[in-house]
């Protein structure tokens, strides 16, 4: 049995095939996911998982040089924005790297998140709680 903190196999495989630029998508419940990408769907229920809890987790696995946030995350969910924030502080200070991030409208991340590698459905019902994960690498 893994012993890492990533136990989902679809998402341990995500991670584990993922070359320098890719992107992922971590979403709420509601974000329109298209036919087109890979979707893994890990909500069960309302909050669960949380959108925290999976960002937590993708990142002890994933390398991130870079996050793409919607505008309106910051303006009408700010504490679960402040609390993404916190936790890109934290993955900075435990890498020894910097990660950029940069805002679009809310319509066009669901553009550029149909280009992601796949998207993570979460049970999160935070309005806009999405942030898509652009792979950095670890030398």
Do not use: W
């Not at 996050?67 to 435990?94: C, G, I, N």
């Amino acid at each position: 049995m893994k012993k890492s903190t990533l136990l989902n196999a679809e998402l341990s495989y995500l991670v584990a095939t993922l070359g320098h630029t890719d992107e992922i998508t971590i979403c709420d419940a509601g974000l329109p996911i298209g036919e087109q990408v890979e979707r893994i769907d890990l909500a069960l229920t309302h909050g669960i998982p949380s959108f925290m809890d999976t960002v937590k987790v993708v990142l002890s696995e994933m390398q991130v040089q870079g996050v793409v946030l919607a505008q309106e995350f910051a303006q009408v969910s700010p504490d679960l924005h402040a609390a993404l924030m916190a936790e890109l502080k934290a993955e900075e200070a435990r890498g020894g790297h910097s990660i950029t991030v940069s805002y679009l409208s809310h319509e066009a991340f669901k553009v550029q998140s149909s280009d992601s590698r796949a998207i993570v459905r979460t049970g999160e019902c935070t309005p806009y709680a999405n942030v898509i994960f652009q792979a950095g690498v670890v030398f």
